[in-house]
């Protein structure tokens, strides 16, 4: 919702939207450069074991630039 004012997760309802949320299911608008696309999907992972550390994402090029 920051970079497009789009709520990625969103549906036709409530209950749909809930189901995307929960099974991490996203999409991205076209306003999104592809770095971006790489920095949110490596941080909307469901288990946290499988998330990228601070670090890591504080390197990425979308922060860096």
Known sequence: ELISYVCPFLSESIMETCENIKNVRYTFSDDFSEEAKDFISKI????????????????HKFILY
Do not use: E, T
């Open 44 to 59: 909307l992972i469901r288990n946290p074991k499988d998330r990228c550390s601070i670090k890591q994402l504080k390197n």
